[in-house]
């Protein structure tokens, strides 16, 4: 994906566990580049091909606050860079009203599901499984990920989980792969303790 237009979405995916409503929804007043933070303040959804910018997430726990890793915040400077280009040379007729940090070409907002269905046919072309949903599966690898070194408090948080049990039933699998190393940490920390030397 890093030269084609969709990696933006992929990174914000990999690095925040956002969405792809919450991805296609944030606005440059939603993130504060110098303090490497972004707030979740509304989502993009599509209905009956119709496009529409809810202006709340599902649940009060989608509001939220999360803080950036430097790739990302680097990435976002580079994209405003280009937008504010874009912006210049579109002049007028640019979509200024929305300030979607990730935008069609004059400011419009992406189509959730033409993207889910672009992003798709890149990873059947990449050898993927046919159902694999790429940004789904970012968000996905962004919570296994967290949850081999982080709190699952602050893990459900960044995914925006109404509650940490809804984060621990989704992720059991983690948990489980988790709890058998350190089933094995013990194996190890226990075994000389109880084995008898040979004479």
Known sequence: LRE??????????????????????LTWADVDLERGLLQVQQVVGECAGEVFIRPKPKTPAGCRQITLPPVLVEELIRIRRAQAEERLAYGAAYRRDLDLCLALPGGAPWNPNLLTCSLAWIARKTGLPKNCAPLHSLRHHHATALIATTPLKVVSARLGHASIKVTADTYQHSSEELDRGA????EALVRPLVTKPER
């Open 4 to 25: 084609t237009p969709y990696w933006p979405f992929a990174l914000i995916a990999l690095t925040t566990g956002l969405r792809r409503g919450e991805i296609l929804g």
């Open 183 to 186: 089933a094995a940490a013990i």
